[in-house]
């Protein structure tokens, strides 16, 4: 089992509207957490990073909110725009592994007009 | 003005073959990685290098030899491609291995193997 799962898979909403995406992970001790913004035939984009004592950091449109009581972390989206349509992955940074970043599987966001 | 790029895009290549993939930064950064996403769309950490030095090597079958002639590249050869391999590769970059630092991906290479 990965140590970064997220939900939903993929979502559907209208332009206009916020969503909420999840992420929960087993990885401890971790570092910080950060989630990342992959467009299709790209490379993830960072758009926040929390440490492991912070509860939220916003980013435009974007806010992460962390709960390292009970690893879990969210991204809410609000006001979508159809160029938020993208795959969003969160990432958690392990400490006793090199510092090395693992990855969920990504939530496939799609905004429609 | 491409901070981290990745050559080839696309490469579509026989199995058995030996290709490679470069791979450039000009962020001053020291530390360099090559991470594969499969199928699923997972991303996992190959190799990472710092100053020219490795210091993360995953789990990857020989067959993969990462190269860094000097810290603002890394390149990637594959010999005896297998159909396994057929995924996407990308490479990224940080001022420092330390965990906190930011790291920026490249574009990706789609490595197709038939």
């Known amino acids: 089992k990965n140590q970064v799962e997220q939900s939903p898979q993929s979502l559907i909403i209208l332009e206009g509207k916020n969503c909420t995406l999840q992420?929960?992970?087993?990885?401890?001790?971790?570092?910080?957490l950060r989630w990342y913004k992959q467009d299709t035939g790209r490379g993830p984009v960072s758009l926040t990073i929390m440490t492991f004592s912070e509860n939220t950091k916003s980013n435009g449109r974007y806010t992460a909110t962390l709960d390292a009581d009970t690893k879990q972390s969210s991204l809410h989206i609000t006001a979508s725009q159809l160029s938020d349509s993208a795959s969003y992955i969160c990432v958690v940074t392990q400490v006793n592994a090199g510092n090395m970043l693992t990855f969920g599987g990504g939530t496939r966001l799609m905004v429609k007009p | 003005d491409t901070a981290v790029s990745q050559t080839p895009k696309y490469l579509v290549t026989q199995m058995g073959n030996d290709k490679s993939i470069k791979c450039e930064q000009n962020l001053g950064h020291d530390t360099m990685y090559w991470y594969k996403q499969d199928s699923k769309k997972f991303l996992k950490i190959m190799f990472s290098y710092n100053n020219k030095e490795l210091i993360i090597n995953e789990t990857v079958p020989n067959r993969f030899s990462p190269k860094s002639p000097d810290k603002a590249h890394l390149n990637l050869h594959i010999n005896s491609l297998e159909l396994g391999d057929s995924a996407v590769y990308f490479c990224?970059?940080?001022?420092?291995?330390?965990?906190?630092?930011?790291?920026?991906f490249g574009p990706g290479t789609r490595l197709t193997v038939t």
């Open positions: 992420c929960n992970y087993t990885v401890s001790p971790f570092s910080n």
């Open positions: 990224a970059s940080s001022q420092s291995p330390q965990g906190f630092y930011e790291q920026y």
